[in-house]
Structure formats: C-alpha cells, structure tokens
C-alpha cells in the first residue's frame, strides 16, 4: 500500500474501535510504521494530534447516545473509555460547553466533530534536498522535559524554546557545553523522542558524545545504538513558529515520496553556522 491507503487503512481501524480499546500494535501494523511515526505524520497531516482526535470524535460521538438512547450516563462514560461518571461529564462539558444532562435536551447546543479524511495534495514543483548519515553509537547528554502525547506540535516547540532560554540563564546550557568539550555559548542539540508514544514525548537539550562513562543525576543520558539518520538542510530560523514547517514539508511530502518509514530513535536538530540540519531515524520499507 502507499502512503495515503496505509494512512486511510489506519484510520478506519480507529473510527471502527473508536467506542473500545485501540490496540496500538494493530495501529503500527495498519500504518506499516512505528506509532510514533504515525502519530507524528497524523499531527502534520490533519493538524491535530492522535490522542486529541480519538477524544473529540468520542465526545462527539457520546451526544447521539445521549439524544437518541435511553442508555444511562455512567454507561455512556464506560463505552467511550472513561473510568468515572464524573470524569466523563468533565471532559464533555469542557468539550460541548454545557453538561450531558443539559445535552439531552435537542434545543441545547452541541459540538460535531467529523471523522476526518486523508487528503495528499503536493504544492508547485519543489526538490527536497537530503542526505543519510549514519550513527554507529553515541550518547546524548543534557537536559530534558517532558510531553503528553496530546500536546500539539506548535505548542511543544514553544515550550522547547522557553526551556531553551531557561537553561541559558541558568547555566546549565554552559554545563552541558563543556561536557562536550565546546566552548560556552555554543548551539545544543535539539533532540525529540518518545518514551510511551501514547502517553508521553521528551525533549532534550544535549551535546552527543561517542564514549561517556560519568554516573551524574544532573544530566540526561541518552545511549543511541546503530541509527541511520535522513538529514535536511534548511536556512536556520529563530524557534518557535518558523521551525514548524520544515517538519510539516518532510511529513507531508518528503515520506510519501520514498521507500522510508520513521524507525526508533531520537529525531535531532543540529545548528550548523547560518544552517539548520533535522535528521530523522529512518528504516527503508522497500528493502
């Protein structure tokens, strides 16, 4: 299959159990990639992370059982995954802006949220430029925060940044400079990985190292085995906003176009003078 059938596949799979579990291994099978990859090109491609989707197509989905069932609502909060009444009843009204209660009644308003279909459209004729690098072992040492899942892209990058800044003020990013050997002031790694790709991101401040053998509780450690990295070149650009779209451009268009899938790994931004290189782990599908 090519990549909008895997993607239209994968989302079938989900609208179908989007009353139960989704089981995630089923999800990377569909995909014919990892989660992470798959929830990284769905957040690109449609705008709006996986966890955040499968909740507003569920609270959408609860307001019919509320107007044309008689079903009661703690059973209603047990079909769509909630564990309480009162969980539910508060992420209903956060999401419709009224109680399931008040949503019985046809005059109340409510919120729809459509299933959403996978649309590829390639913009005016533009080359995409990328070379592999490959890593035969290396670690990653910095400093890290974490992010749930249902974070938004834009929101995770602004957040990257500010801890950016705070770390700068607070010396650490010296530190962590001279770890590498580099002298104060100079660019970090930006890398993004994922722990649980259904409950939480990390994003790290870090220089990479071939030997480290320090037993710190300051610093993040982060041991990269044998990784071949798809690495693309783009003016540097000030974070948040501008960074956005290069990853947008190599999800929507660049992994389409090629026989290569996300692998396990960290996704890395290297600052080079006046350039930016983002490299991707990548396993090939076609052989």
Request: charged share 25%; aromatic share 14%.
């Amino acid at each position: 299959m090519n990549f909008q059938q895997c993607m239209e596949t994968t989302i079938e799979y989900i609208e179908a159990n989007i009353c139960g579990v989704i089981d995630y291994e089923k999800v990377e099978k569909k995909a014919c990639c990892s989660l992470f990859h798959f929830q990284r090109v769905f957040s690109y491609v449609l705008g709006i992370p996986l966890a955040e989707y499968i909740r507003c197509r569920r609270m959408s989905m609860a307001v019919g059982d509320l107007r044309n069932t008689e079903m009661r609502i703690c059973d209603i909060a047990v079909k769509y995954g909630y564990e309480s009444q009162s969980s539910f009843s508060r992420a209903f009204q956060a999401f419709h802006g009224v109680t399931p209660t008040e949503a019985r009644r046809e005059e109340t308003v409510v919120k729809v949220f459509p299933k959403m279909y996978i649309e590829v459209k390639m913009p005016e004729m533009k080359f995409i430029d990328y070379r592999i690098e490959d890593w035969k072992h290396k670690y990653l040492i910095g400093k890290s925060i974490f992010f749930p899942a249902s974070d938004k892209e834009d929101f995770i990058f602004e957040q990257a940044f500010l801890f950016g800044n705070e770390i700068l003020k607070n010396g650490m990013h010296d530190k962590i400079n001279k770890i590498g050997g580099k002298k104060p002031g100079n660019y970090l790694l930006g890398v993004r990985f994922t722990l649980d790709p259904s409950k939480e991101e990390q994003f790290m401040y870090a220089v990479d190292l071939e030997e480290y053998d320090h037993n710190s509780n300051e610093f993040t450690v982060f041991e990269v085995n044998q990784t071949s990295f798809a690495v693309f070149t783009y003016e540097y650009v000030v974070y948040p906003k501008t960074t956005l779209p290069m990853y947008k451009h190599i999800y929507t268009q660049w992994f389409p176009e090629t026989g290569f899938t996300q692998a396990e790994g960290p996704c890395i931004e290297r600052v080079r003078q006046d350039l930016i290189e983002i490299m991707i782990p990548i396993k090939n599908l076609r052989g």
